[in-house]
């Protein structure tokens, strides 16, 4: 069991910037940001691996950026150069399953949610 509590979200302007973190009972090897806007299927925004390695979708890529701190097991997404389009709920997740990383669809524990409104 991973117990995942995001940060509350802000609403912020477009070309504006906010860092959302989410506090983790534990740290699993690679772990993940996801969001969902309205009418939307929720969809990948970035993995983030124990070691501090990274993977972004093409969406986000060169605007935010995932991290970890292993020793307050807490993970953090900074969201830079926001778009109206980013807006929506943000989730931090793991895979129920050992190693692997999460996906929408597969097996995931996830956090509450936390939402971020860009405003154009």
């Known amino acids: 069991q991973v117990q995942l509590v995001e940060s509350v979200g802000d609403s912020v302007p477009a070309g504006g910037s906010l860092r959302l973190s989410c506090a983790a009972s534990t740290i699993r090897q690679c772990m993940g940001w996801f969001r969902q806007a309205p009418g939307k299927e929720r969809e990948w925004v970035a993995h983030i691996r124990s070691d501090g390695r990274a993977t972004y979708a093409d969406a986000v890529k060169g605007r935010f950026t995932a991290s970890v701190d292993n020793a307050k097991k807490t993970l953090y997404l900074q969201l830079n150069s926001l778009r109206p389009e980013d807006g929506g709920m943000y989730y931090c997740?793991?895979?129920?399953?050992?190693?692997?990383?999460?996906?929408?669809?597969?097996?995931?524990?996830w956090g509450q949610g936390t939402q971020v409104t860009v405003s154009s």
């Open positions: 997740a793991a895979s129920r399953i050992g190693i692997a990383c999460p996906t929408v669809g597969s097996q995931v524990y």
